[in-house]
């Protein structure tokens, strides 16, 4: 017990190089998975009038790539600076980013800046994995129905969503090199398996003749160009799950070799190959086969085809790939199906699990600091991961999933306050590289000045999104806001009353100079 429950000072080996900080990264994207998983909400998906805006979901993922490789050359340009940020991350370089200011009038706003930021790091990766959490319940249930015809009860559903949360935090508390080999069998897996998929459906549409299906879209540009701007934000705010993930190797520094070098290129590349390429094509090659052969069930039971029946289906996925196996590949569409469900399933525990081993780093690096509660900053003796945070994340991570699993409403609901939390961080983290190279000689106009401006204006623009479209949204819309302000109104008040009565316990303020975090 005693090497478990050590507080002591524990020896971070740097074991990670480009190949295992980059697969840690990827597995948090997690095309594969996302594009099952997150398909149903984007299918769903409508405008404040009612009226469905799923014909902007590859515009809408596209914008929501962009704003991810505005931030990503943040947290590269930001990484490359402080190489020495450890398990801080963003909340690392928000504070240096003032304290490194010549101008000592500066320096008095370092420690709230490193607050918000760990505020809006901790609403982003702590309602991340209980977002996972759901969707594996969600999968699991998806092919319980298809091999018996029956569903599982929200109960049922629930207790899967438990028991995943702790095979994942057992899995992080084992350490991070066992961890990494996991995300590169991962990664390879899914990207092999879902890029076939994308080919074949493809290949489904090219050698039905035209006139054999009512097709979504009329064809590959039709696919690819924006409807309507609304449509393009609302598509952008719930497609940013799918794409973040790419900083989380910013959180590694204490165990990467080189990290000016290594981290940096991670986060763009893990961004290049898992958004730019894999996402677009695979959302591309989808909604190219879209038609009225993809039959569905509405909740009142009234048949309904092509999109209706994505947005109706827990896995739209899974029903395109029984559709395309039976017709193009003699039958084995139900096979198909499962060997891809299971991959699917494969990267869910991925993404769970590099998410996990992000957000308790970034804890443990405010706990160290005084800035989060002492019990996450316990590091383990033998595995030298903080066990604790660990635990404290798998309960938070399964509460998340049980909201969750009761209906696409709720899974939405969790998305957005994890999105929300995601574009506050983001944004934040433009700011600092704003601030951070402010003034110095190896300043670039391009990647210190426009780029972040660019990238900070981009996430203030989602947030605004998520304000603005689901507050005048429908009932379920409304719904789904209400759940996300529920999450993110209740993390900020945590975090406000335990700084402010810590503040008093240890007479500190919020500004003036501080420690640096550990």
Request: hydrophobic residues 55%; positive net charge; charged residues 10%.
């Amino acid at each position: 017990m005693a090497e478990a429950e050590s507080r002591a000072e524990v020896k971070i080996t740097p074991t990670l190089g480009l190949t295992g900080v980059t697969m840690n990264a990827m597995a948090l994207i997690a095309p594969g998975a996302f594009l099952w998983i997150t398909y149903q909400m984007q299918a769903a998906a409508t405008a404040p009038s009612g009226a469905s805006v799923a014909s902007d979901i590859w515009a809408g993922t596209g914008l929501a790539v962009i704003v991810a490789f505005l931030t990503a050359i943040s947290y590269a340009q930001l990484a490359r600076r402080y190489p020495e940020a450890g398990f801080g991350s963003a909340y690392y370089f928000a504070e240096k980013a003032f304290l490194d200011r010549e101008n000592r009038e500066h320096h008095k706003w370092a420690r709230l800046a490193k607050v918000i930021t760990g505020w809006a790091a901790h609403l982003y990766y702590w309602v991340y994995p209980g977002v996972m959490v759901a969707m594996m319940a969600t999968l699991i249930g998806y092919i319980y129905t298809q091999f018996t015809g029956q569903s599982i009860s929200n109960v049922g559903l629930s207790t899967i969503a438990i028991l995943f949360a702790l095979l994942t935090g057992y899995i992080a508390y084992r350490g991070i090199t066992g961890s990494t080999f996991t995300s590169i069998a991962i990664n390879i897996i899914q990207l092999v398996t879902l890029i076939f998929f994308s080919i074949l459906a493809i290949y489904y549409r090219l050698s039905m003749p035209a006139s054999a299906a009512k097709w979504t879209f009329s064809g590959s540009a039709d696919v690819l160009l924006p409807h309507s701007f609304v449509g393009v934000m609302i598509q952008s705010t719930i497609a940013i799950l799918i794409i973040v993930g790419f900083e989380s190797c910013t959180a590694f520094a204490a165990e990467t070799k080189n990290p000016r070098k290594n981290i940096p290129r991670a986060v763009v590349l893990s961004l290049i190959v898992q958004g730019l390429f894999a996402y677009l094509f695979e959302y591309f090659a989808t909604g190219y086969m879209v038609s009225d052969k993809l039959i569905g069930k509405s909740a009142a039971g009234a048949t309904i085809t092509g999109m209706d029946a994505a947005a109706a289906s827990s896995a739209p996925i899974g029903d395109l790939a029984i559709l395309v196996g039976n017709t193009i590949l003699h039958g084995i569409g139900f096979g198909l199906m499962v060997t891809i469900a299971v991959t699917v399933g494969i990267a869910i525990l991925g993404t769970t699990l590099s998410c996990l081993n992000t957000a308790v780093r970034i804890s443990y690096a405010m706990a160290k600091d005084e800035e989060m509660p002492e019990i996450l900053g316990a590091m383990h003796g033998k595995f030298a991961t903080p066990h604790r945070a660990i635990w404290v994340l798998v309960l938070v991570s399964a509460g998340i999933g049980i909201i969750g699993v009761q209906s696409v409403v709720g899974l939405t609901g969790i998305t957005l306050a994890s999105n929300f939390g995601t574009f506050v961080l983001y944004g934040l983290t433009c700011m600092w590289t704003i601030v951070a190279f402010h003034g110095l000689k190896e300043r670039s106009v391009v990647k210190h000045s426009m780029v972040p401006w660019l990238g900070l204006l981009a996430n203030v623009a989602m947030l605004i999104a998520i304000l603005y479209l689901y507050i005048i949204g429908n009932a379920d819309s409304k719904h789904e806001a209400l759940i996300c302000f529920a999450l993110a109104g209740g993390w900020a008040a945590i975090s406000l009353i335990y700084v402010l009565v810590r503040n008093v316990r240890k007479q500190r303020t919020m500004f003036g100079t501080v420690n640096p975090v550990a």
